[in-house]
């Protein structure tokens, strides 16, 4: 009774991402809607499509995810990934992933306990793959930063304002750091106050060090002074940051790669044990309750790798 349940629930969502996908690939990417407006205010309002439905069915959805604090957080965390999916979209893909899972693990296995052990594996997937896409796009804007300063204060030298020399900074910089800085100058133009531009930047990116140079610019916007000496004071700061923290990378550097080994160390176990006798080891994947033990040891690779990640993570 469980699988029919399980695959009519697998139909379904399947089905809901079939309409879901066609609307997403109808719609225009990476058009800014106020733009499109602008650019085709002339022209007759184009008549309700397929994509249009689904697309405002996606945006009830959307609206009553991020009422909740904790869906208006994975809002922030899916920008801050750069991934251009709302939190609807995002979820319809995890619970696939969760229900893939789930099935492939009980049509295996013919045992409920290791399917439910695969459906939490999968729910990992998901959640691992937006953490390591958020720590890289950090880890790439972070190191931008001190070109990103040198810019800002070179050109509030030779006479630009701020967003001026932001919006330089916008047209020169490669991405992570170019997209975001010239969204800033977007806001600006369309009646957003200058700081209040930034502060959102901070909160897109979640960068301690651009909270740095965001909170000097707001002492010297209630305090005033020179800007830029006070951007190459920041610089100088952020350098040693990021001196202190390569030295930290060193010192942890035997204990990161202790976790490296520890997770692969019974992959590669499994694959000499494989080669010397595949049949006792092939007993491990036979369907019953047995295949919980390479499910709950893969589960727990993956606990553990994370908790040494965070042990050594030493903040600056």
């Given at each position: 009774m469980v699988l029919p349940i399980i695959v009519g629930m697998l139909i379904s969502l399947a089905i809901i991402l079939v309409?879901?996908?066609?609307?997403?690939?109808?719609?225009?990417?990476?058009?800014?809607?106020?733009?499109?407006?602008?650019?085709?205010?002339?022209?007759?309002?184009?008549?309700?499509?397929?994509?249009?439905?689904?697309?405002?069915?996606?945006?009830?959805?959307?609206?009553?995810?991020?009422?909740?604090?904790?869906?208006?957080?994975?809002?922030?965390?899916?920008?801050?990934?750069?991934?251009?999916?709302?939190?609807?979209?995002f979820l319809f893909f995890w619970l696939l992933v969760v229900a893939g899972a789930s099935v492939a693990g009980y049509v295996i296995s013919r045992s409920l306990l290791p399917a439910v052990m695969c459906g939490l594996l999968g729910a990992l997937i998901p959640y691992l793959f937006l953490r390591f896409r958020q720590g890289g796009r950090l880890h790439a804007f972070d190191r931008q930063l001190g070109n990103v300063?040198?810019?800002?204060?070179?050109?509030?030298?030779?006479?630009?304002?701020?967003?001026?020399?932001?919006?330089?900074?916008?047209?020169?910089?490669?991405?992570?750091?170019?997209p975001e800085f010239a969204q800033v100058v977007r806001d600006v133009?369309?009646?957003?106050?200058?700081?209040?531009?930034?502060?959102?930047?901070?909160?897109?990116?979640?960068?301690q060090d651009l909270s740095l140079i965001v909170l000097a610019i707001h002492?010297?916007?209630?305090?005033?002074?020179?800007?830029?000496?006070?951007?190459?004071?920041?610089?100088?700061t952020i350098r040693e940051r990021v001196r202190i923290k390569g030295e930290l990378r060193t010192l942890t550097a035997q204990q990161r790669y202790?976790?490296?080994?520890?997770?692969?160390?019974?992959?590669?176990?499994?694959?000499?044990?494989?080669?010397?006798?595949?049949?006792?080891?092939?007993?491990?994947?036979?369907?019953?309750?047995?295949?919980?033990i390479p499910i709950g040891a893969g589960f727990s690779m993956i606990v553990?790798?994370?908790?040494?990640?965070?042990?050594?993570?030493?903040?600056?």
């Open positions: 309409f879901f996908g066609i609307g997403r690939a109808l719609e225009r990417v990476g058009v800014d809607r106020l733009e499109e407006y602008v650019g085709n205010r002339t022209k007759s309002r184009p008549q309700p499509s397929l994509s249009t439905s689904v697309g405002e069915v996606t945006q009830g959805f959307d609206k009553v995810f991020r009422s909740m604090a904790i869906f208006d957080r994975l809002a922030y965390t899916l920008r801050r990934a750069d991934l251009t999916l709302t939190v609807t979209e300063l040198m810019q800002l204060s070179g050109s509030m030298r030779s006479g630009y304002g701020l967003l001026q020399a932001i919006d330089f900074v916008g047209h020169e910089m490669p991405p992570p750091v170019g133009k369309l009646g957003r106050a200058i700081m209040a531009a930034l502060n959102d930047l901070s909160e897109r990116v979640g960068s002492i010297h916007h209630e305090t005033g002074g020179n800007l830029a000496e006070i951007l190459e004071t920041v610089a100088e202790s976790g490296y080994v520890l997770a692969a160390l019974p992959i590669l176990m499994f694959f000499v044990l494989m080669l010397i006798n595949p049949n006792y080891e092939g007993n491990l994947f036979k369907p019953g309750p047995t295949l919980c553990g790798f994370l908790a040494i990640r965070q042990i050594i993570q030493i903040e600056v």
